[in-house]
């Protein structure tokens, strides 16, 4: 059984520390020096149900997940700006009218 400590990467071994380390913001990975794993972690899920209360959910930036890196977006606003002329969809707009 693999030691929950550490992950698979590419076939070598990889303490969670140094994935933690690599994948923070400074100033959160300076908090996760100070503290250290076991400490860091408290205050992490600590805040992270603090601003759950406050009507938030703190999701990780993933490829695979489905709410999009606002960064980002932000990064590629030309595709955002510009109207598209929808090819291909008709948008059948009196009709929609007639529905409000």
Same mark, same amino acid.
């Given at each position: 059984?693999?030691?929950?400590?550490? /992950? &698979?990467?590419?076939?070598?071994?990889?303490? %969670?520390?140094?994935?933690?380390?690599?994948?923070? =913001?400074? !100033?959160? +990975?300076?908090?996760?020096? /100070? &503290?250290?794993?076991?400490?860091?972690?408290? %205050?992490?899920?600590?805040?992270?149900?603090?601003? =759950?209360? !406050?009507? +938030?959910?703190?999701?990780?930036?993933?490829?695979?997940?489905?709410?999009?890196?606002?960064?980002?977006?932000?990064?590629?606003?030309?595709?955002?700006?510009?109207?598209?002329?929808?090819?291909?969809?008709?948008?059948?707009?009196?009709?929609?009218?007639f529905h409000l």
């Amino acid at each position: 059984m693999q030691d929950v400590r550490n /992950i &698979t990467t590419g076939g070598k071994m990889h303490s %969670i520390k140094h994935k933690i380390a690599k994948d923070l =913001e400074p !100033l959160v +990975y300076i908090i996760f020096k /100070i &503290t250290g794993l076991k400490y860091f972690l408290k %205050i992490l899920f600590g805040f992270f149900h603090v601003v =759950e209360k !406050l009507g +938030y959910h703190i999701t990780l930036n993933h490829s695979y997940s489905p709410i999009p890196d606002t960064g980002e977006l932000r990064k590629n606003s030309d595709i955002w700006d510009r109207e598209s002329t929808l090819t291909g969809i008709d948008l059948n707009i009196e009709v929609q009218k007639f529905h409000l």
